[in-house]
Structure formats: structure tokens, C-alpha cells
């Protein structure tokens, strides 16, 4: 099965420290998403790839947070100083049609 | 302002029987809808999907309509089965300030009971 694969499932990390997640979409997968989600919230959009283009990053996505797609293949998620308000699911999503599918997603907490 | 609502958090539904959720959404610019199912700790798991040119998606027990006048979509699962309880998310997807975008809804907890 060659679905999307995100590393690492959790992640536990103090305040101030630097964390991040790594996403292998469908190889065919275009396209990827990634997305924040909380206890009780569907997954909120965050940044959107088109090969190794970011076209768009959510105003969610503050100065603390960078995303990269180098060569259009696996994305990189980093957060720099973390803060306990960033705890949450960090789902990623990818397409080719209008179908997205989406990894396991990585749990961080914030200590 | 939420574009996609679920507005029942819960459903509790006998096993064997139809299971009914709801959706409804507020920009008539989207063309394609979703609906997920997730388990806890677990990333969303793409279920049934259908366009905005057609009012039925049918895919053995689970069928989604599209009341495009109404702005409302719906999933029947029928018949309903114990694993089928978990939280179920709908999407709308269309082109938002220049790119592809998707919104979720705040999901609808199912529980099946046996």
C-alpha cells in the first residue's frame, strides 16, 4: 500500500524547541496539503503545494512556521519556538484529481 | 465564519439500520464534495465523494446527495454496521482566493450499537 506516510506519528517537545514532520505523498500526487487539527474541529488548511511550488499559506501558518517540497516529492513541515498552542494534529493531504487523501498525521504536544 | 457546518456533534444509531448525516455548506462556488471517516488517531479515510454536476453518489452501503439548491448534502449508510462508528467529516472544495481549497466541517461522532 502506497498510500501518504508522515514521520513521526507523535512528537512530545518542550516550549522553545524546534520539531519537524516529514510527508511522503502518493508518488503520482501532484499536489499536497498540509493541515492543522484540534479536538472537536474538522482539519484547517495550512499550505498547498503544486510540485514544489507553495502557491498559497493560510493566515494560520505564523512567521514561526515554514514549509518546503523540494524537487515536488516529500514536504517538510518545521515549526521554530514552539508553543503550547501549537499542540495539535498536522495532518497531510495529497491529490491529483479532485480526491485527497490524507497520511496518519503527526500528534505534537507541547510541554 | 464557517462555510461547511455539521451541526449534529453526535448520532447513535441501531445496527442494521440507516444511518443519516447531514451537511450544509454556504459558498455556491464549490464544485466537489467529500465525505471522510476517521478514527481516533488516525488520519481522515477518503469514503464517497460527489460533484456538483450530480445529486447522487452511490458506492455499495454509502450514498451521498447534493441539494445544490438547498446547500446540503447528505450520507446514508445503510445497512449500518458497529464498525462503521466513528467521526465522520464532510468537505467542500472549490477554487478560494486563487487556489484549491478544501473546508471541513466540525464532524458528526457515529456510534453503531449492536
Known amino acids: 500500500d502506497t498510500g501518504v506516510s508522515q514521520d513521526p506519528r507523535h512528537k512530545i517537545t518542550k516550549r522553545g524547541q524546534n520539531v519537524t514532520f516529514r510527508c511522503d505523498p502518493i508518488s503520482e500526487h501532484n499536489r499536497l496539503y498540509w493541515y492543522r487539527q484540534t479536538l472537536g474541529q474538522g482539519p484547517e488548511f495550512l499550505t498547498y503545494?503544486?510540485?514544489?511550488?507553495?502557491?498559497?499559506k493560510s493566515r494560520l501558518l505564523s512567521d514561526r512556521f515554514s514549509a518546503e517540497r523540494p524537487k515536488g516529492s516529500f514536504s517538510t513541515l518545521e515549526i521554530q519556538r514552539t508553543e503550547q498552542g501549537d499542540s495539535a494534529m498536522y495532518l497531510c493531504a495529497s491529490r491529483t484529481g479532485f480526491e485527497q487523501f490524507f497520511g496518519p498525521g503527526t500528534r505534537l504536544t507541547v510541554l | 465564519d464557517q462555510q461547511v457546518k455539521q451541526n449534529s456533534p453526535s448520532l447513535s444509531v441501531q445496527e442494521g439500520r440507516i444511518s443519516i448525516l447531514n451537511c450544509d455548506y454556504t459558498n455556491s462556488m464549490f464544485d466537489y464534495f467529500l465525505w471522510y471517516k476517521k478514527y481516533p488517531a488516525e488520519g481522515p479515510t477518503f469514503l464517497i465523494s460527489i460533484s456538483s454536476i450530480k445529486d447522487k453518489n452511490e458506492d455499495g452501503r454509502f450514498t451521498v446527495f447534493l441539494n445544490k439548491s438547498a446547500k446540503h448534502l447528505s450520507l446514508h449508510i445503510v445497512p449500518s454496521q458497529p464498525g462503521d462508528s466513528a467521526v465522520y467529516f464532510c468537505a467542500a472544495s472549490g477554487i478560494i482566493s486563487g487556489t484549491y481549497k478544501y473546508i471541513f466541517g466540525t464532524g458528526t461522532r457515529l456510534k453503531v450499537l449492536a
Open positions: 503545494f503544486q510540485n514544489e511550488a507553495q502557491l498559497e
